[in-house]
Nanobody, 115 residues
Framework: QVQLVESGGGLVQAGGSLRLSCATSGIISSIYTMAWYRQAPGKQRELVARITSGGSTSYVDSVKGRFTISRDNAKNTVYLQMNGLKPEDTASYYC?????????WGQGTQVTVSS
């Protein structure tokens, strides 16, 4: 059974930092493209950051320079370091794993940034 379990969300003041973790099981995550998406109330889910199996990363413009995605293949875990958080970063954050036709999602973790 494949599981993606996010952790690390919470309430933080603007300008603060959080590190999200996504622990995977049931897959060899090193061969997957891993990503973080977020969805705010009333808005569509958007791709925040992505890291390929080869380690290439990409980010949505609104988080460039503030967020960093990384992976530890030995631990089957992906991270999202979020610095300089803004109220507009408030959302549920979801971990995603994709490889060809295989796609998996975590349950999400809430990030709330107060002004």
């Amino acid at each position: 059974q494949v599981q993606l379990v996010e952790s690390g969300g919470g309430l933080v003041q603007a300008g603060g930092s959080l590190r999200l973790s996504c622990a995977t099981s049931g897959i060899i995550s090193s061969i997957y493209t891993m990503a973080w998406y977020r969805q705010a109330p009333g808005k569509q889910r958007e791709l925040v950051a992505r890291i390929t199996s080869g380690g290439s990363t990409s980010y949505v413009d609104s988080v460039k320079g503030r967020f960093t995605i990384s992976r530890d293949n030995a631990k089957n875990t992906v991270y999202l370091q979020m610095n300089g958080l803004k109220p507009e970063d408030t959302a549920s954050y979801y971990c995603y794993a994709g490889q060809q036709w295989r796609n998996y999602w975590g349950q999400g973790t809430q990030v709330t940034v107060s002004s």
